[in-house]
């Protein structure tokens, strides 16, 4: 079973940007859809942006404009370019994966504070 790692979380100021990482351990065209979740404290896990083999990546109304979620296949990895960042995007970042069966890495922690 092909697993997932993120990385490239971190404490960064409100207006900065981050760049995430998902590298999985073998082909990720195995998914029919990759995608990015958080979850902020006290809060539940929620979708962030998902692309699928074909179209454009989606995203979710609070993030629209500023992340930008994009795949290397030959790298076998995901990103999710995450500009503007606002106190409200803190919490910890899942990359998923999505076929017959779901995976899902270990997460990785954004923390955007002044």
């Known amino acids: 079973q092909v697993q997932l790692v993120e990385s490239g979380g971190g404490l960064v100021q409100p207006g900065g940007s981050l760049r995430l990482s998902c590298a999985a351990s073998?082909?990720?065209?195995?998914?029919?859809?990759m995608a990015w979740y958080r979850q902020a404290p006290g809060q539940q896990r929620e979708l962030v942006a998902r692309?699928?083999?074909?179209?454009?990546?989606i995203y979710a109304d609070s993030v629209k404009g500023r992340f930008t979620m994009s795949r290397d296949y030959a790298k076998n990895t995901v990103y999710l370019q995450m500009n503007s960042l606002k106190s409200e995007d803190t919490g910890v970042y899942y990359c998923n994966g999505a076929s017959d069966l779901t995976v899902w890495g270990q997460g990785t922690q954004v923390t955007v504070s002044s």
């Open positions: 692309i699928f083999k074909i179209g454009s990546p």
């Open positions: 073998g082909s990720i065209f195995v998914f029919n859809s």
